[in-house]
């Protein structure tokens, strides 16, 4: 069974960092991949990063791009998403999202707000 399960959000003031995990079980982030979206209030879901399976690279959002990593722990099988010089307007909830067997799966969110 997929299972996805993300921790390390809170609140940080503007130029600050988090880093937020995804805990996957069922599947592996290094032969599936794995990507970070982020939903704030009275917006759509954006995507955020993306890991590709393997080593075949990675792909950020462009409000992201340069502030923002994503990695991963292949033995321990985590997600990673690096976030420094956070603002506002990042202030969302994110989630894990991965692709398994034809299907989607979500982790539950994990709050990020930044505020002075």
């Known amino acids: 069974q997929v299972q996805l399960v993300e921790s390390g959000g809170g609140l940080v003031q503007p130029g600050g960092s988090l880093r937020l995990s995804c805990a996957g079980s069922?599947?592996?982030?290094?032969?599936?991949?794995g990507t970070w979206y982020r939903q704030a209030p009275g917006k759509e879901r954006e995507l955020v990063a993306k890991?590709?399976?393997?080593?075949?690279?990675?792909d950020y959002g462009a409000s992201v791009k340069g502030r923002f990593t994503i990695s991963r722990d292949n033995e321990k099988n985590i997600l990673y998403l690096q976030m420094y010089s956070l603002k506002p307007e990042d202030t969302a909830v994110y989630y894990c999202?991965?692709?398994?067997?034809?299907?989607?799966?979500w982790g539950q969110g994990t709050q990020v707000t930044v505020s002075s």
């Open positions: 999202y991965v692709r398994w067997s034809g299907r989607d799966y």
């Open positions: 890991e590709s399976p393997t080593n075949l690279g990675t």
């Open positions: 069922g599947f592996s982030f290094w032969i599936y991949g």
